[in-house]
């Protein structure tokens, strides 16, 4: 605060601060940029130039500079205990008094301090103030983090099991309030897991204490060891013995001794025998009703409901059971054959047999074949001996009837297919009795009578069989004869594309005619006055229309077929178009277009391509180009049954000058004025003028 006076007149007033500033302010405020003492210099100076000055003392104290220590920044919530060392200093002088506060509410005036958070984890911004003993004050932050801790928790899928195939799954259930967590499992049994959700098999049965360590990122830890125990069940070992494995049926009594182990706890038991029959006795006998291979089963449980199982086979020893069947116990004395196939059985053990035919003749073959050389009824006999001598036998009769002679006629076999007519007359015979026909002429056509005429339906060779039957045993005859059909020609063709477009239709025909044998001769028309005689023609319509093609086939007997298709010829587009003005110049171009382009029936759709890069479906477009060149236009029209044209036109745009000039100096004084005028005109190609 400048205090100075004069008597009379004014003054100018200048300040030297002593750290190289001034001021030349009435009552300057200054602030000094370090610590020091300062002789601050006030000079005045009259209107008239006279001066004088003055000079004061200003202390600067120095700041003190607060600093400290941490143990450890980043600490777990619990047990977390920060110790704060004091290296807060000072350039002279002494420090007086220190204040912490810890961001918690807590706070502490000691110089070192410990400190532990309690309330909850987060991040804390720890301030050391320093005051010096001149009453100067600075202060510091510093940075600690109180890291979350895990909740450790986890369930059991299922905590008491037998020890075969013993899964125990475990579903972790920790927490955190933020971050992530990691798994470290103590199975109890020298095992260990770091899986989340571990499914653990333990290799003994006992009893586990499980215990689940969750981790943190910043690996802080809970751990956890349920109250609900791991409960391995021992198994029991099923075992039992037979008195004898193999016994005959009218005789058998198994003695099952059960000999079943279990290393603690007890058991019950359960046999099955196989035959619907159980029991719940420790040790037990049985006997079964039939012959048979049985599987006997001894279940166990313990107390605990652990299970185990033996098994073991007995053979009731059977007597052999004769049958056999006949491949047809009634057939003709012509080429008969009974096949006898022995189905006999025998549960265990071995059997053989003996055929006795009824007429002499013996076998021991498992499965025979015999044929009789005479008509009559015979008694066939199979007998069966097993290894354990046991034996069984059965009879059964056969019977060997007389045979009819099968004969026919035709009255021609050689026929033309227009007007086939085939008779046929039997001419069989059969010593006694009737006969009943039955004829298959070769085209899936029958006939059961005695003389049948048929006519075909088809040209081809026909094998004609005529079956006869005794009416009493129905003993058959039969006899083959051939007869000929002439063919008729098949006809087929196909065409490559049956819609095509007029302006480039090529209509090939492919000749896909077949016939049984010989030659055929083709005849095509075309449907619009042509015709052709080559086997596959091409043929090119000279309009659009629906036309019917036919191909007729004549084979070299003078039978025909024939075939029409039809095929359409869409119509094409004729592409046209003018152009306004084909030059133009660049200079406000605008070219218009008009689209002349016509098609006999339907309609058409446009596409315009301008040589720039442009395109447009506008039926009469106008387009305006963006430089000078030589473009070549092109239309494509496209009718609705997608028939095209293209038709192209070039345009000219010509280059337009771009006019420009320069002066020498657009301002002069008029006695000496002289403007030069220089022209700068361009143009990208040609002459100007």
Same mark, same amino acid.
């Given at each position: ?85 004091? /290296? ?42 320093? /005051? ?191 049958? !056999? ?24 053990? /071995? ?72 008779? !046929? ?46 009416? #009493?045993? #129905? ?77 007729? %086939? ?43 382009? /016509? ?13 720039? #890069? ?11 180009? %963006? ?9 494509? %029209? ?52």
């Amino acid at each position: 605060t400048d205090q100075s006076n004069i008597n009379s007149g004014t003054f100018n007033s200048l300040w030297n601060f002593d750290d190289g500033t001034n001021s030349p302010n009435v009552n300057p405020t200054h602030v000094f940029a370090s610590d020091d003492t300062f002789m601050v210099k006030l000079i005045l100076t009259s209107n008239l130039n006279c001066s004088d000055s003055a000079t004061k003392s200003a202390y600067v104290f120095p700041l003190p500079e607060p600093d400290f220590t941490i143990n450890d920044s980043t600490q777990c919530f619990e047990y977390n205990n920060f110790v704060f060392t004091n /290296t807060s200093s000072i350039k002279w002088g002494t420090l007086s008094n220190y204040y912490w506060d810890f961001d918690d509410g807590g706070n502490s005036s000691s110089v070192n301090v410990n400190h532990s958070y309690i309330t909850q984890d987060d991040t804390f911004n720890v301030m050391l103030s320093a /005051t010096s003993a001149l009453g100067c004050i600075d202060t510091n932050y510093k940075t600690v983090y109180v890291l979350p801790m895990p909740v450790a928790d986890f369930s059991i899928w299922d905590s008491s099991q037998c020890f075969e195939n013993n899964a125990f799954g475990f579903q972790n259930q920790s927490t955190i309030s933020s971050g992530t967590l990691s798994a470290l499992w103590n199975f109890d049994d020298g095992t260990y897991s770091t899986t989340t959700n571990p499914v653990h098999s333990f290799l003994y049965a006992d009893t586990f204490a499980v215990q689940l360590t969750a981790i943190s990122a910043f690996n802080c830890r809970d751990s956890i060891i349920k109250n609900t125990y791991i409960h391995v069940h021992p198994q029991p070992n099923a075992a039992f013995t037979i008195n004898d494995s193999a016994q005959c049926l009218n005789s058998n009594n198994f003695v099952f001794t059960n000999n079943t182990t279990i290393t603690a706890d007890t058991f019950s038991q359960t046999w099955y025998f196989d035959d619907g029959d159980t029991s719940s006795s420790f040790d037990v006998n049985h006997i079964y009703g039939y012959p048979d291979t049985f599987v006997i089963k001894l279940m166990v449980i313990s107390d605990f409901f652990c299970k185990d199982s033996a098994l073991k086979t007995s053979i009731i020893y059977p007597n052999p059971v004769i049958d !056999f069947a006949i491949n047809d116990s009634s057939q003709c004395l012509f080429g008969n054959s009974f096949v006898f196939s022995d189905s006999s059985s025998i549960s265990s053990g /071995t059997y053989n047999q003996v055929w006795s035919f009824g007429d002499g003749n013996t076998d021991s073959s498992i499965n025979s074949t015999h044929s009789y050389l005479s008509p009559d009824t015979f008694q066939v006999k199979l007998a069966g001996y097993s290894s354990l001598g046991c034996d069984d036998s059965i009879s059964k009769n056969v019977y060997v009837h007389p045979m009819p002679n099968a004969d026919f006629s035709i009255n021609d076999s050689t026929q033309s297919f227009q007007d086939n007519n085939f008779i !046929f007359t039997s001419t069989s015979t059969i010593s006694s009795g009737a006969i009943s026909y039955y004829w298959t002429f070769g085209d899936g056509n029958s006939s059961t009578l005695q003389n049948p005429v048929h006519v075909y339906s088809t040209d081809d060779t026909f094998t004609v069989k005529l079956v006869i039957s005794s009416t #009493a045993n #129905a003993c058959l005859d039969s006899i083959s004869k051939t007869v000929y059909v002439f063919p008729t020609p098949s006809v087929e063709f196909a065409i490559n594309d049956s819609a095509q477009c007029y302006n480039e239709n090529t209509f090939v025909f492919t000749n896909n005619t077949t016939i049984n044998w010989g030659n055929i001769s083709f005849y095509w028309f075309f449907g619009d006055g042509d015709t052709s005689t080559l086997t596959n023609p091409s043929h090119i319509y000279n309009s659009d229309d629906t036309f019917s093609v036919k191909l007729l %086939a004549i084979s070299e007997t003078g039978a025909k077929d024939s075939l029409t298709k039809v095929l359409i010829v869409f119509p094409s587009p004729v592409t046209a178009f003018d152009i306004s003005d084909s030059q133009q110049c660049f200079n406000g171009n605008s070219f218009v277009f008009t689209n002349n382009s /016509t098609i006999n029936t339907g309609t058409q759709t446009y596409s315009w391509n301008f040589g720039d #890069a442009s395109t447009s479906n506008t039926t009469s477009p106008v387009h305006t180009y %963006a430089t000078d060149d030589t473009f070549t236009v092109f239309l494509i %029209a496209n009718s609705n049954l997608n028939c095209a044209d293209t038709l192209s036109k070039t345009t000219y745009v010509f280059p337009s000058p771009n006019s420009t000039f320069s002066i020498n100096d657009s301002q002069q004084c008029f006695n000496e004025n002289h403007f030069v005028l220089t022209n700068n005109s361009t143009i990208n190609t040609g002459s100007q003028t």
